[in-house]
């Protein structure tokens, strides 16, 4: 089967990103440490035409050459904006009704395979520190938790592939509705 | 909701993890170059019990202090080994019925939301260099090709992101049947 050539991909245009129907899921990354990290979530976001990434604490912003790197232009689609404290934005995001949901590995949460998307609903996904996860205030502000199943040796996903696992997934489900 | 501690996570001891059934799925990394990426993706196949993983051409192998900082102790869970030439395993694979598929864009491939695991096939997908992805002689001599469906400005998702991408759907639909 022939691989495809750039010019073959139907990439959009930064202005037709910035105009085409985005699936109902907000980012919120929390205190993220790596330049790569926050890069390479900014180029899955561009793929899965997610509405809107906010980069709170430590998590650095664009433009950055070591978020270039891994994110090659994806920082321009996608829309973004900076709030040092998550909190503002989950209280924010729950009083327009968005559902607020930790990425997390918690007591009672809800296996990935298990969350099932409304299509009448809005979500935002938090995902949290390379190292210590989202802190427990913010899970405690948060409507639940989505764990990803794990069942080998670490129960510790790159930061960017958990991100990855989770868009796929919620863009998957949204689709099929 | 209380986040779990470390001890609290049921992390397999390597020797349970050698010893526990894993989903019958083998990647192929065929040209990977990046050591961050390598490490990353032996924790997701760690997460989800994959059987082997074959590094193939330039992609370096273990011990290396540099994937050991993204595997985390992975390259000690999941079996691996080195082949220079990818098409020798390829056809090795073949030869033992496994299903061979390259992950990538091109003509005619099978969106990854139309991929459905049969339970009683065995599968192996191959994932390529972060420039050139899969070599045009290797996707030929695939059973198939699977495309994940990318609708944004870069139809290029971080390689280890990738794999996250295809692993957790593959273990999911797995686990389903």
């Known amino acids: 089967m022939r691989k495809l050539k750039n010019s073959e991909l139907k990439r959009k245009t930064v202005a037709a990103f ?17 330049l790569n990290n926050i890069g390479s979530i900014f180029r899955t976001a561009d793929a899965f035409l997610i509405e809107k990434i906010f980069l709170c604490g430590i998590t650095a912003t664009p433009p950055h050459k070591d978020i270039y790197k891994t994110a090659l232009g994806a920082t321009d689609s996608v829309d973004w904006a900076y709030e040092e404290r998550a909190e ?13 949901l930790a990425i997390e590995q918690a007591e009672a949460s809800l296996p990935l395979s ?52 989770v868009l796929w997934d919620f863009y998957q489900k949204f689709k099929m509705l």
Chains 1, 2 share one sequence.
């Open 114 to 165: 298990d969350f099932r998307v409304d299509k009448d609903e809005k979500y935002c996904f938090i995902l949290g520190n390379e190292v210590r996860g989202v802190p427990q205030e913010l899970v405690d502000d948060c409507d639940g938790v989505i764990e990803i199943p794990q069942e080998g040796t670490k129960h510790s996903l790159n930061i960017a592939v958990a991100t990855g696992v």
């Open 88 to 100: 503002v934005i989950v209280k924010k995001l729950q009083s327009e009704g968005v559902r607020v």
């Open 18 to 34: 910035k105009m085409a129907p985005k699936i109902p899921l907000i980012l919120i990354l929390a205190d993220v440490r790596s």
